[in-house]
């Protein structure tokens, strides 16, 4: 599953350096994509610019749109202006439209709220038109133009995926209930006779720590319709543990990409929100970089560390990698945030750390030594953060031998942190470095 961010742009006071910035960081951090919302009576930047301003500074990151109320745009204006934008950005857009939540935004269009699905219906089969055509200019950079999803919600809705779109911009909360949109539009898709498979994604609305999280949901309830806003601000993910289990929830019932936006814009947000993404869920993601905008994250699933483990208890990291497949630099950080949510225990043998499955050591005969305990000793947290704080940038080996410790101590150890948000991390390729929290950087260690 691949993981997106969006930007601030719907968020008050946010201006064009600061919307540059997130851009940048998102860049180079390990997002599939950065995304932006719409309104059009609301005090906001519009969706087409500020993805236009993010395409100059960006040049990896897909850019999408969750979603754009497509009625409220004229089809041949709308197209033009998406085709040139992907012409911009090299071919990474991707468009989410849908009819959007807000009767006003139809109010100052001089349009009908109870036209609003006629005319996304139109709107979808002429932005294809208009793409492959010779009405308009130019033709998009992705032959047929950009990936069109729709933010669905009714049977009506996803039958229109299936007829013309290729994929959900689901907003659905919970993970049974994206399950089962999900299930319908795949179910749709298969009815109308489409090849491959319709692109899922899901996003949600995320604001960490307890400052940021209560001014966030102020947002929610000043932007989103009365319907809905109490029930986003008490789901809202406000701390790491909510944003992991969103994240591997989704994960579980199939979807594609999350995209989770920010409801402030303090750019220590989407840090946080990255160092979570990096150490447990996309550790490989600059690693395994494709063409621009898409981002292999299909990496083993918790499911396969955990059964690997169960099959062979007491492996280390390596032989658990080898066995499931992926590098044994990525396998660390892993099973490492498995055995800190009590899905694995962690033993520490003297040079190595071994892994056995949650329910306790495996049972061996009478008079056979059991293994050595827990350490105690060794370099405690604050000795491994004092570390990087002296050499930002470091990698764990480094940090290891700074600390005298063995760098198969030192991978988990640090992982943990950088989960618990004590450390950031961020991946250069191979290997996974360390930074502390104040954002002071160090130069690249391929040049040490």
Not at 135 to 140: A, D, E, L
Not at 367 to 384: F, K, N
């Amino acid at each position: 599953m691949q993981v997106g961010v969006g930007m601030p742009s719907m968020l008050p006071g946010v201006d064009k350096q600061r919307l540059l910035d997130w851009a940048r960081a998102a860049d180079a951090g390990p997002f599939s994509t950065l995304a932006a919302m719409d309104r059009l009576a609301f005090d906001s930047l519009d969706a087409i610019p500020a993805l236009a301003l993010c395409a100059g500074a960006t040049n990896r990151i897909r850019l999408a749109s969750t979603a754009i109320a497509a009625p409220l745009r004229n089809p041949a204006v709308f197209a033009k202006e998406t085709a040139t934008l992907d012409v911009l950005c090299g071919g990474r857009l991707m468009l989410g439209l849908g009819v959007g939540a807000h009767p006003s935004d139809y109010a100052a269009a001089g349009l009908r709220w109870e036209d609003r699905r006629e005319l996304l219906a139109r709107s979808l089969h002429a932005l294809r038109a208009f793409w492959t055509g010779d009405t308009i200019g130019p033709r998009p950079a992705r032959p047929g133009g950009p990936k069109l999803l729709v933010a669905a919600r009714t049977q009506r809705s996803f039958e229109l995926i299936a007829q013309a779109a290729d994929g959900l911009a689901g907003f659905a909360g919970p993970p049974d209930v994206f399950a089962a949109h999900a299930g319908a539009v795949r179910a749709a898709w298969e009815r109308e006779g489409r090849t491959g498979q319709p692109h899922l994604l899901g996003a949600w609305l995320y604001a960490l720590g307890e400052g940021p999280a209560e001014r966030g949901r102020e947002y929610i309830r000043s932007h989103f319709s009365p319907e809905v806003s109490e029930i986003f601000a008490e789901h809202m993910l406000a701390s790491p543990e909510q944003v992991m289990g969103f994240l591997s929830a989704y994960q579980a019932v199939g979807c594609d990409e999350v995209i989770l936006f920010p409801m402030v814009s303090d750019l220590e947000q989407l840090e946080l929100l990255g160092g979570l993404v990096m150490t447990a869920f996309a550790p490989a993601a600059t690693a395994t970089m494709g063409p621009p905008g898409d981002i292999p994250m299909d990496w083993p699933a918790d499911e396969a560390f955990v059964e690997a483990v169960a099959r062979a208890p007491g492996s280390m990291a390596e032989a658990i990698a080898a066995s499931v497949g992926c590098d044994p630099g990525l396998a660390h950080p892993r099973l490492a945030m498995l055995a800190g949510r009590g899905q694995l225990q962690l033993r520490d043998i003297g040079a190595r750390i071994v892994f056995f499955p949650p329910q306790g050591l495996p049972r061996r005969d009478a008079g056979e030594p059991g293994p050595p305990p827990l350490p105690t000793a060794g370099p405690p947290d604050e000795a491994l953060a004092a570390a990087v704080a002296r050499s930002p940038g470091a990698m764990a080996e480094e940090i290891a031998a700074a600390l005298g410790c063995p760098s198969a101590l030192a991978h988990p150890r640090l992982a943990l942190l950088a989960a618990r948000g004590e450390l950031r991390s961020r991946d250069i390729g191979s290997r996974v470095v360390y930074f502390p929290t104040d954002g002071r950087a160090g130069g690249d260690p391929a040049d040490r």
